[in-house]
């Protein structure tokens, strides 16, 4: 929640007593295309050392990592004149693109949300967008105690509520921050769903290969625990997808892109071969 203002503003917050567990991965980043989510413990003020990308283990510091390191190296490590999270969206890096809570654009994978500050939030928050599903933005987060990812409900007008999943009451949302390296919005992200057809069970670990039929057009992902797959910033136009695992079968689904937001394929559904 804090983006460095413990030591910026010259004082410090007293130190609480430190959780055992402190500076431990919290949520891996390979289960969202992203980067590591670190524990910071249950007193959101505590804050020591800088990662290199903010202070550890604060919110701003995992959404400074994951433009660093995923969505592009050019980006400064940390964002310039920016003392508290809720900042970040009236002065974002460099080409980012501030987006209004009810924008016309929907939020895709790597985008930033941006939460005001209020009594109980006096720095705002910020959370990295991992999908758009079923009236709902899921998203990944530092530094909210024990919970590393997320939901809240988001209306057919892009407007985006404040009723967390896990029962946590979040400060309203901004916006969103959009980077035009982040696949821009002539592109898509596609995720789907890959199940047994004969018992609807998820399949980890199956091969997926997404063919857009122009040379050098085949991508591979795997698809995670609970069967999910996904492809970040894929070109609009005529794809196949089709999953392989040992075992089973699967015929190739034809999908057509011309959506300038977040797509999902159609369920791949794996039959036993034997």
Same mark, same amino acid.
């Given at each position: ?11 410090l917050w007293p130190t609480p007593a430190l ?128 919970? *590393? ?12 509520g404040r009723d967390g999943a896990s029962g ?63 492809? *970040? ?10 999953a392989l695992a040992p075992g089973f079968d ?14 999902? *394929? ?9």
């Amino acid at each position: 929640m804090i983006a460095g203002l413990v030591l910026l503003i010259g004082r410090l917050w007293p130190t609480p007593a430190l959780a055992s567990d402190w500076g431990t991965v919290q949520l891996s980043g390979a289960t969202w295309h992203g980067v590591d989510v670190f524990y910071n413990g249950t007193d959101w003020t505590y804050t020591v050392n800088d990662s290199g990308y903010g202070y550890q283990w604060q919110c701003v510091e995992l959404v400074q990592r994951f433009y660093k390191q995923v969505i592009w190296s050019g980006y400064d490590t940390h964002w310039p004149r920016i003392a508290d999270a809720f900042q970040m969206f009236d002065d974002p890096d460099k080409d980012i693109q501030p987006l209004a809570n009810g924008s016309a654009r929907q939020p895709v994978w790597g985008d930033v949300l941006v939460f005001d500050r209020q009594e109980d939030w006096p720095s705002g928050h910020v959370a990295i967008v991992s999908r758009v599903a079923n009236g709902r933005v899921y998203f990944v987060q530092q530094n909210v105690a024990q919970i *590393a990812s997320d939901s809240l409900p988001v209306d057919t007008q892009n407007h985006i509520g404040r009723d967390g999943a896990s029962g946590v009451q979040y400060p309203p949302v901004r916006g969103w921050l959009h980077s035009p390296r982040n696949g821009g919005y002539a592109t898509v992200n596609l995720g789907g769903y890959v199940v047994n057809a004969r018992n609807g069970a998820a399949v980890p670990g199956a091969l997926v290969v997404l063919d857009a039929g122009t040379p050098g057009g085949a991508r591979v992902t795997t698809t995670d625990s609970s069967g999910w797959y996904w492809f *970040a910033a894929v070109p609009q136009g005529e794809l196949s997808v089709r999953a392989l695992a040992p075992g089973f079968d699967s015929a190739a689904n034809h999908v057509s892109l011309r959506s300038n937001a977040l797509a999902y *394929a159609p369920m791949l559904e794996l039959q036993s071969s034997s």
